[in-house]
């Protein structure tokens, strides 16, 4: 999307993180091969883990996540707080076409349309409407944040939220993403991937698409990301801080608990449908492309 030049980020806190994680689909010859769809996940890695030490500086302040622990002077109705803040926060993004970009999943609903003219992205994903936002935040609320945040009360409760939401759309843009490396992967290998997804064989599809050493990979690099970015730079030595501002073993327990577990579910969902719905003319188009 390129929007940059119409917003005013003072209008939604956390349009400045948006502006810097979006991806362009537009400017790109074929912004979907593998490799840069690898680029853009691994740079996903960054973007969380900032985002959580940016929370972290906050506390917990639980009355946030429940509706009507505090009144908030009666504008949240039967919301919390922070389903609030997002609600309003997706309606600035979403009069600037952000959920009309393939990358982009709102949490809330409904949202205006876009006040932009439309813009003509690259198709490279079937048409779908996998969403796993309810579960994202469900899991961020009751697992992750309570691990990166002192349990007690500050009133920091727009910065908290604010935190949040930059928390939230980084999670949910790394892990619908997903999407893309299934329909990557489906192409390398169409028709075993229709074979079992005409079966319904999640199992099988799960085995197929999953690289485990690239998942320990993955692992590793985290926690060394998590160890530099989360410590001071006054330290004589990296790896030396005693004082961490996020715990390392969160970042990866994030990944290796909810991130990579939800991914796969939205790629297997993905391939399931994708395989189902695919023609013999869609298989042999795409392996006419692949030999040409």
């Not at 956390?14 to 010859?29: A, E, G, K, Q």
């Not at 309810?134 to 908290?160: E, F, L, P, Q, R």
């Not at 991937?193 to 799960?206: F, G, P, Q, V």
């Not at 004589?236 to 996020?246: D, K, N, P, Y």
Request: hydrophobic share 35%.
């Amino acid at each position: 999307m390129m929007v940059a030049e119409c917003i005013n980020p003072s209008s939604s806190p956390s349009y400045v993180s948006y502006l810097w994680n979006m991806s362009n689909f537009t400017d790109i010859d074929d912004p979907f091969t593998l490799d840069r769809l690898r680029s853009t996940l691994v740079r996903l890695e960054d973007t969380i883990i900032f985002a959580l030490i940016e929370r972290a500086q906050f506390a917990l302040n639980k009355c946030i996540y429940n509706p009507g622990t505090l009144e908030f002077k009666g504008a949240t109705g039967d919301k919390s707080f922070l389903e609030y803040f997002l609600w309003e926060t997706e309606k600035v993004h979403a009069r600037v076409r952000r959920y009309t970009s393939p990358d982009e999943y709102a949490f809330t609903s409904p949202l205006p349309e876009p006040i932009l003219p439309p813009v003509k992205f690259k198709q490279f994903l079937a048409d779908n409407d996998i969403n796993v936002n309810d579960k994202i935040m469900d899991i961020y609320v009751k697992s992750i944040v309570t691990g990166v945040c002192d349990d007690h009360d500050d009133n920091n409760y727009g910065s908290a939220a604010t935190k949040d939401i930059d928390c939230l759309q980084a999670l949910s843009r790394r892990i619908h993403y997903g999407k893309f490396i299934a329909e990557s992967k489906f192409r390398d290998n169409p028709k075993e991937y229709r074979k079992l997804a005409n079966n319904n064989d999640r199992d099988a599809i799960y085995e197929l698409l999953t690289n485990r050493a690239v998942e320990k990979k993955l692992l590793e690099r985290l926690r060394r990301k998590a160890l530099v970015y989360g410590q001071t730079l006054d330290q004589a030595q990296e790896g030396t801080s005693a004082h961490l501002r996020i715990p390392v073993q969160v970042v990866v327990e994030l990944y290796e608990r909810w991130v990579i577990p939800l991914t796969k579910e939205v790629e297997v969902d993905y391939l399931i449908e994708r395989g189902q719905n695919a023609t013999d003319d869609d298989i042999t188009a795409i392996e006419q492309q692949r030999s040409s």
